[in-house]
C-alpha cells in the first residue's frame, strides 16, 4: 500500500528566505509524484509532477523539487519565499499506471513572515 | 468556460434538505473525482468515474449519491446530511489512458449542514 508524510503541518519563513516542505513517501513500485498548492477558498493547483527521468523537476512559481529515491523523498523548495507563497501545500502519490487514484499527504501550511 | 468549475461554490442546508452538487470539466478529459476535505483531515477520496462509469467507492455513506450523465459532468445528491458531513467537496478530472494521470480540480463547494 502507499502512503505519504508531510513533516510539520504548520511552516514558517522569512520573505525572501529558502522554503523546504518535505514529503516522504512509501510504495512499493516507483511512483508517480506531485505537488499541490491551495489559496484560500480555492481549489488544488498543480505545482509540479515527477513520472520518471530527470530526477530534479522544476514546476511554477519558481518552485522545484527532488526525487530521491534512496531516501523515498519529494521535498519542495523555493530558493526565495515570496509573500504570495503563503498557502497550504499537498504532496500526493500514484502508482505509475493501472489506476487512477491518489494518495494525498495531510498537507503543509506555508506562512510567509514580512 | 475553462478547467473545472463547480456550483454552487457555498451551500448551508438542513439536515432533511436534498441538495446536488455540480461539476462541469472543459478538459476533454475522460476521469472525474469527488473528493472531501475536512479541517486536519488528508483529502479523502469519494468516488471515481471512468468513461462515466462509477470504479470507486471508498464506503462513502448512502446520504450521498454521486451521478455521471456523461463525461464532462459530474453530480453529487445530498440527503438527509449530518452536521460532520460540512466540508469542502471538491471535484477532479483527469486523463488516464496513457498520460500521467494529472488531476485538475475545481474551486470546490463549501458545504454547511445545520
Known sequence: AQSVTQLGSHVSVSEGALVLLRCNYSSSVPPYLFWYVQYPNQGLQLLLKYTTGATLVKGINGFEAEFKKSETSFHLTKPSAHMSDAAEYFCAVSPPSGTYKYIFGTGTRLKVLA | ?114
Do not use: I
Open chain 2, 1 to 114: 468556460e475553462t478547467g473545472v468549475t463547480q456550483t454552487p461554490r457555498h451551500l448551508v442546508m438542513g439536515m432533511t434538505n436534498k441538495k446536488s452538487l455540480k461539476c462541469e470539466q472543459h478538459l476533454g478529459h475522460n476521469a472525474m473525482y469527488w473528493y472531501k476535505q475536512s479541517a486536519k483531515k488528508p483529502l479523502e477520496l469519494m468516488f471515481v468515474y471512468n468513461f462515466k462509469e462509477q470504479t470507486e467507492n471508498n464506503s462513502v455513506p448512502s446520504r450521498f449519491s454521486p451521478e455521471c450523465p456523461n463525461s464532462s459532468h459530474l453530480f453529487l445528491h445530498l440527503h438527509t446530511l449530518q452536521p460532520e458531513d460540512s466540508a469542502l467537496y471538491l471535484c477532479a478530472s483527469s486523463q488516464v489512458s496513457g498520460g500521467t494521470n494529472e488531476q485538475f480540480f475545481g474551486p470546490g463547494t463549501r458545504l454547511t449542514v445545520l
